[in-house]
């Protein structure tokens, strides 16, 4: 395949469906395009401090291309667009916001407090919960009993996002925080759907290392809409927050 075209693997198989890919895989890649057309462009080193994914329709486990834009460049802002293209049709963007690196560490503060570390803590099998090849890869650990709506926990995985080609530690962390709205269920996946439509991810430090550790809470209303909100941990402690604007409905199948 050319640079800009791509095949899923099974471990990228959907949680609801299994004609599906999940998303989390997906916005990795679509963050490392991003990352790689700054580059090719010679763009200015910036730092990437938002990133908004709009899921477009069902994700086809089938070859794809990936588009990118500078959509407004800029040598102190920027905002760089990705589209995954799947038969034809838009099926996730990304848009991700980069500003200037600057030293604040005299202002530095105001962060939720860090998690207990993952090395201790057993393996949690959220297979038991979910489906797909995307969930099987997942090294995840809960912190104290998970609840619902209610979830604490690390997640990893030693499946490379993009075989054969290194990728940056943000877009590997990238590629599991969609994992959020997995772990934190308030109703039986069988007995209700609840996918998200959307993925925003905001950031005030830049994550490292292979964990990632999300502080989830999930809140059903009242006329079928739902939100899951995370922060973001890595072994450092918080480096950002998630949400996921979620679609409730009866699971009729």
């Not at 990238?174 to 609840?194: C, H, S, Y």
């Amino acid at each position: 395949m050319g640079p800009h075209r791509f095949t899923p693997t099974a471990h990228t198989g959907g949680a609801w469906s299994a004609t599906e890919q999940h998303v989390s895989p997906l916005a990795g890649l679509l963050i490392h395009e991003i990352e790689a057309e700054r580059i090719r462009q010679a763009r200015p080193a910036l730092l990437i401090s938002r990133i908004t994914l709009d899921i477009l329709g069902p994700i086809a486990v089938s070859p794809f291309d990936i588009r990118v834009e500078i959509v407004r460049p800029g040598r102190t802002i920027e905002l760089v667009e990705a589209t995954a293209v799947i038969d034809g049709r838009d099926t996730v963007t990304a848009r991700a916001w980069f500003a200037c690196v600057e030293d604040t560490d005299a202002v530095a503060g105001g962060e939720p407090p860090s998690l207990e570390p993952p090395d201790t803590l057993p393996a949690w099998p959220l297979t038991e919960v979910w489906q797909g090849g995307y969930i099987e890869s997942l090294d995840i650990r809960a912190i104290g009993i998970p609840q619902p709506g209610r979830t604490t926990a690390w997640v990893s995985t030693t499946v490379d996002l993009l075989a054969g080609e290194s990728v940056s530690e943000l877009a590997a962390f990238v590629g599991l925080v969609d994992t959020a709205n997995g772990i934190a269920v308030r109703q039986e996946p069988t007995k209700w759907l609840f996918p998200n439509l959307d993925l925003t991810i905001h950031l005030y430090r830049q994550p490292s290392g292979r964990w990632i550790g999300l502080d989830t809470s999930v809140v059903f209303g009242h006329r079928g809409q739902g939100v899951t909100s995370s922060v973001l941990h890595d072994l450092e402690g918080p480096v950002g927050f998630a949400q996921q604007t979620l679609t409730v409905r009866p699971n009729l199948r």
